[in-house]
T-cell receptor, first 114, second 112 residues
Framework: DVKVTQSSRYLVKRTGEKVFLECVQDMDHENMFWYRQDPGLGLRLIYFSYDVKMKEKGDIPEGYSVSREKKERFSLILESASTNQTSMYLCASSYPREPYNEQFFGPGTRLTVL | EDQVTQSPEALRLQEGESSSLNCSYT??????LFWYRQDPGKGPEFLFTLYSAGEEKEKERLKATLTKKESFLHITAPKPEDSATYLC?????????????FGTGTLLAVQP
């Protein structure tokens, strides 16, 4: 079974703090993704990576950065947390090509910024 | 603009009462249409991928179908354990491989 793990289930931070969210997958997937999920807005893509040290902006990258130094690990960084970044953060991974390109998700990190 | 719309937003069924969830998409060429199930406080769980109009896939009480403009998730004789939010997502051509555009989901409640 594919396993995607995230470093924390719940996290509480203060405005202005630097926040690291980590994601690890054990299926040797090339692609990794970070989403945030908010009520009424669905899942929105923040950043994705298709190879080590490669990254591309998603739909809402402002206020975030990412790091992928190893194939299995993809980190999301909030440089200076703000209250509007309170959300559920979901990491996913996948193979790059059909027909096995479904994304597998981690359990999520619920981040609260006070 | 690529968009995925799901309806209804919420659906309440009695156990055994079959129904369908709708996912309509306006995507510039569809590479694939994905269905996920999400339980409260958890990450989405993959259910199906459909690649071409006319394709159907089944898993237990769920069957997903695809036309040129929409997909349906049919739930036959649902049980309370089928209660969850069901998400669909389109993977368009012309963008990064594997970039998914998600709908906002249908919250399904099955009452015993």
């Amino acid at each position: 079974d594919v396993k995607v793990t995230q470093s924390s289930r719940y996290l509480v931070k203060r405005t202005g703090e630097k926040v690291f969210l980590e994601c690890v997958q054990d299926m040797d997937h090339e692609n990794m993704f970070w989403y945030r999920q908010d009520p009424g807005l669905g899942l929105r893509l923040i950043y994705f990576s298709y190879d080590v040290k490669m990254k591309e902006k998603g739909d809402i990258p402002e206020g975030y950065s990412v790091s992928r130094e190893k194939k299995e690990r993809f980190s999301l960084i909030l440089e200076s947390a703000s209250t509007n970044q309170t959300s559920m953060y979901l990491c996913a991974s996948s193979y790059p090509r059909e027909p096995y390109n479904e994304q597998f998700f981690g359990p999520g990190t619920r981040l609260t910024v006070l | 603009e690529d968009q995925v719309t799901q309806s209804p937003e919420a659906l309440r069924l009695q156990e055994g009462e079959s129904s369908s969830l709708n996912c309509s998409y306006t995507v510039s060429g569809l590479r694939g249409l994905f269905w996920y199930r999400q339980d409260p406080g958890k990450g989405p769980e993959f259910l199906f991928t459909l690649y071409s109009a006319g394709e159907e896939k089944e898993k237990e009480r769920l069957k997903a179908t695809l036309t040129k403009k929409e997909s349906f998730l049919h739930i036959t004789a649902p049980k309370p354990e089928d209660s969850a939010t069901y998400l669909c997502a389109g993977n368009p051509y012309g963008g990064a491989t594997n970039k998914l555009i998600f709908g906002t989901g249908t919250l399904l409640a099955v009452q015993p």
